[in-house]
């Protein structure tokens, strides 16, 4: 069984301010970890991802995010927000293994404040 | 870039009215998705395939019914639409051990 908790629905930031967008997870097996975007009226574009290799990952777009296994946390940041990143965001977790199913938060709509 | 399609893009139609949404990846991957999300809300899964032949249910109870007779195409088709169907769909394939691509979703809309 997997889930994924991602704390606070709404977060604003001023331009330029530090992003940080929260994301838990519980997994029964090692954790593949994702991070996604969605732009209005759009599919979901893959951020970053997360698959047992090192646990600071950098993605698209300045993001980064960095694997904890003692807190169980993915959370994504970003130095400096930008009015384009204004969004929603989507954490999700797979099992590693041939048959994973990918299971999201509830997301995190993401404004940027000028 | 994915190679991950669907259509129509936005569909509205009536009560009663029989619907099939078309997914199709161009990218030879086994496993297929479907997602449903209400507007600003997050992703339930209803649907998925691991391979020709092969479809699961979903988290999410749905009404709705999938099948998988090619790799590349996975359609869900709606028997009989209602307007608790109004929603955006969307659709996703995935290779081993990797991430899911989308496509750009449809948008359901009952009346």
């Known amino acids: 069984a997997q889930s994924v908790t991602q704390l606070g629905s709404h977060v604003s930031v001023s331009e330029g301010a530090l992003v940080l967008l929260r994301c838990n997870y519980s997994s029964s097996v090692p954790p593949y970890l994702f991070w996604y975007v969605q732009y209005p009226n759009q599919g979901l574009q893959l951020l970053l991802k997360?698959?047992?290799?090192?646990?600071l990952v950098k993605g698209i777009n300045g993001f980064e995010a960095e694997f904890k296994k003692s807190e169980t946390s993915f959370h994504l940041t970003k130095p400096s927000a930008h009015m384009s990143d204004a969004a929603e965001y989507f954490c999700a977790v797979s099992g590693a293994g041939s048959a994973r199913q990918l299971t999201f938060g509830s997301g995190t709509q993401l404004t940027v404040l000028p | 870039e994915a190679d991950i399609y669907q259509t129509p893009r936005y569909l509205v139609i009536g009560t009663g009215k029989k619907i099939t949404l078309e997914c199709s990846q161009t990218?030879?991957?086994?496993?297929m998705y479907w997602y449903q999300q209400d507007p600003g809300m997050e992703l339930h899964l209803i649907h998925y395939?691991?391979?020709?032949?092969?479809?699961e249910k979903g988290d999410l109870s749905s009404e709705s019914t999938v099948s998988r007779i090619r790799t590349e195409h996975f359609p869900l088709t709606l028997e009989s639409a209602r307007p608790s169907h109004t929603s955006q769909y969307l659709c996703a394939s995935a290779p081993p051990n990797t991430e899911a691509f989308f496509g750009q979703g449809t948008r359901l809309t009952v009346v």
């Open positions: 395939s691991y391979g020709v032949n092969s479809t």
């Open positions: 997360y698959t047992s290799a090192a646990t």
């Open positions: 990218m030879g991957h086994d496993k």
